[in-house]
């Protein structure tokens, strides 16, 4: 079937739909309109608004029949991943997407319409007659029925608990299966049994007669982390070293006091915020991301020759008695792991997500509550399935992508999609950090030294996985990652204006969510505002944040940026290390109307809030207040000002 002959027939199939009552038991239509090819773009242009109100309203029934089918399949993909019937989950994930913002639309954040209500939180798997979309009922049933057990693994409910969850907590949860399914959004990856199989525990005792002779080895297998391995490994692994050893001794010994500065740093980062002990517990629920194989980027917690750094943490004096090996000697990501190549279909899944989390843009905004969306508590909920895996696979997409090689004259080119994916990534994640409660920077962790949570914890209203991820991310390594990330994104903004086009890197449109990124990571995690203080120049995150600031001012669309960077100011300010920072001088040319002047990054501030002032959006006046508490903050520490900045600051 060709393409103008595919789209002419979805949209006879979309008609029929809106116009006729079709039976759920009508197998013939329903099979050919799951196998149609279609793309997301005729989806979206087929289904228009019109038309999906118009089904929702005068067709319940059949738009019910639809939601519910799409569900089944995408449960059985997700127990049966057979590569034939993936073009066939995409019609459905793309389905879904299009028509569940107008679901919401009457849920109950919104118009709270009961249809809607018993469809997405009623059993209406049990409920809607279903037909078999892959030429096998027997099999369609038997994978709807694994995917409600494996969608829920709250406590280990009975079966008739478990037959009652809804189609919204599987949608959710196919969703998120669906973030890494083989040979659909990753590669092939072995599974992993758990600690119990997996991992070694050595007492000290039994390491120290190897220690002198394995050090070196181990040394060259770690990057910031003191594990060890088993007698035998660690006499395998010297045989080797010792065949090709060529590395001069001088090279090694800086590397081991490159390694003992690593631990010594996150020892003194970690004790700094009061954090500096780990608390062992018998019963937690695993927040290690497994398998580790299927993370998307190397970044936090995975560096680029695919070691996994988040079993154990070398900087924990806790750690001193008992080390873990496993099998795999912590390269639990190889390189290739890291592909672009499933990136439309990640995409695409992200998407399903997103428009799933979507119901609180239904409800008024003085009215918003964190705690009120009952699907986005299923995707930030402690039994999430991947959840650890979705927040590392996220995280690193955004803050590992580099603009800069991506410039048309350059010989590497991120495609078109990865940039998407990028953004999509950052807004999916500001979404899912904005649900529930802040997350507790204590580090829990159990006997195998993996990072769990309290089973208490877990199950408190307002719990959210994501943000205690964000919030125990305590290594100095990770928090330079994740700094030096932020400062490549943002200084995007005005690097991509000043070269020339073919030198030019990439301009991305996810500022504003990457500094809600940036908000959340400040105020979620207590080590990172520490450690940009303290450890890094903060400087360079000012200066793109005053060129946004100032590039912005006029937008009324803009008005949510300039808050969240007026909020971020704020709360730098507070910090007297901040305003001794902002006396470095300001060097960089910066592509917009702001007044050239010699001075510091104190001055900068202080002409960029000038400039809102006098000639910003009358919509940002109630941020003039915020503007003088932030100069009110950093000036004791203002050493020496240029000639027009006091002159702003009084007018």
Known sequence: MGASASKIKFRESLTSLTTRDVSPDDAPFWDELWKIPSSSDEVFELLTPSNARKLRDERFDNLATLFTQATAQLCQIVETPYT???????????????????????????????????????????????????????????????????????????????????????????????????????????????????????????????????????????????????????????????????????????????????????????????????????????????????????????????????????????????????????????????????????????????????????????????????????????????????????????????????????????????????????????????????????QYENKHGEAVIPVADAYESGFNVFRVLLARINRGRDLNVLFRGFVRLLRNAFESQSGILMNSPLRLDCYQELLVLLWKTLEENPLFLDFILTRCDVCELIVPICYLMNVSRKESAQVGLVHICTFILLKLSGERSFGVSLNRPFRTKLPCDLPLFTGSHADLICITLHKIVVSGSYRLVSLYSCFLTVICNFSPYWRSMVSSSPQQTIC
């Not at 569940?100 to 009457?106: D, N, S, V």
């Not at 290690?288 to 993370?295: G, K, L, M, Q, S």
């Not at 909920?381 to 350059?410: E, H, I, K, R």
């Open 84 to 442: 034939i019937y993936f073009d066939q989950a995409l019609n459905c994930v793309r389905v879904l997407t299009r028509i569940l913002p107008f679901l919401l639309e009457k849920g109950d954040l919104g118009e709270n319409d009961p249809n809607v209500e018993l469809l997405c939180w009623g059993d209406s798997l049990s409920s809607q007659g279903e037909t078999n979309n892959n030429d096998n009922d027997d099999n369609d049933d038997d994978g709807k029925e694994k995917m409600k057990k494996r969608g829920s693994s709250r406590s280990g409910g009975n079966n008739e608990e478990e037959e009652q969850e809804p189609l919204a907590l599987l949608v959710v949860h196919a969703a998120m299966h669906m973030m890494f399914l083989p040979q659909f959004t990753c590669d092939f990856y072995e599974e992993e049994t758990g600690p119990d199989s997996d991992e070694l525990y050595v007492s000290s005792s039994d390491s120290d007669s190897d220690e002198e002779s394995s050090s070196e080895d181990d040394d060259e297998e770690r990057e910031d982390e003191t594990i060890t391995t088993s007698k035998s490994q660690k006499s395998r692994q010297h045989h080797h070293t010792k065949q090709q050893q060529q590395q001069p001794v001088a090279d090694k010994e800086k590397k081991n006091n490159n390694m003992r500065e690593y631990s010594r740093t996150d020892r003194e980062i970690q004790l700094e915020a009061g954090l500096g002990k780990v608390l062992r517990i018998k019963r937690g629920i695993s927040i290690h991301p497994r398998p580790a194989a299927v993370v998307w980027a190397p970044g936090v917690g995975f560096t680029l020759d695919g070691k996994c750094l988040l079993l154990s943490n070398g900087s924990d004096d806790n750690m001193t008695n008992k080390t873990i090996i496993t099998q795999n000697d912590q390269v639990l990501n190889p390189e290739l792991a890291f592909t672009r190549k499933y990136d439309k279909n990640r995409i695409e899944v992200l998407r399903l997500l997103l428009a799933a989390c979507s119901d609180p843009l239904f409800s008024p905004a003085d009215e918003y509550n964190p705690l009120a969306s009952r699907w986005m508590s299923i995707a930030v909920a402690a039994d999430s399935p991947n959840a650890s895996c979705l927040f590392y696979s996220l995280l690193n997409t955004v803050v590992s992508y580099d603009p800069s090689n991506s410039s048309f004259g350059g010989a590497k080119f991120a495609s078109d999609t990865h940039v998407k994916l990028v953004e999509l990534s950052a807004q999916v994640l500001c979404v899912l950090l904005d649900c529930g409660l802040s997350g507790s920077p204590v």
